[in-house]
């Protein structure tokens, strides 16, 4: 049974900087990607980043250049550094594993920005 284990996040100001992360239960080279996914109130649940195996990112429109997302392989550890923090990217953050056709979800991390 894989668990994905996320810590991180909270409340910060706009402008501010938080880093979510995300433990697996096993090494995370068994997933072929992973991701960070994003819901705010009333919205649908949104990509926000993803990492494959060989490090390949890509990074919804709206985070590009403020959000990095990072692998360490050691720790079976991925990381979302999210900088200059808007108002906007308030919600519950979602971390993804992915290993077809096996899917994994964490418990979620709420992320609130303030004006």
């Known amino acids: 049974q894989v668990q994905l284990v996320e810590s991180g996040g909270g409340l910060v100001q706009a402008g501010g900087s938080l880093r979510l992360s995300c433990a697996a239960s096993?090494?995370?080279?068994?997933?072929?990607?992973m991701g960070w996914y994003r819901q705010a109130p009333g919205k649908q649940r949104e990509l926000v980043a993803a990492?494959?195996?060989?490090?390949?990112?890509n990074y919804a429109y709206s985070v590009k250049g403020r959000f990095t997302i990072s692998r360490d392989n050691a720790k079976n550890t991925v990381y979302l550094q999210m900088n200059s923090l808007k108002p906007e990217d308030t919600a519950n953050y979602y971390c993804?594993?992915?290993?077809?056709?096996?899917?994994?979800w964490g418990q979620g991390r709420l992320v609130t920005v303030g004006e």
């Open positions: 993804n594993a992915r290993h077809p056709p096996f899917e994994y």
């Open positions: 990492i494959t195996s060989g490090g390949s990112t």
């Open positions: 096993g090494s995370i080279f068994n997933f072929n990607a």
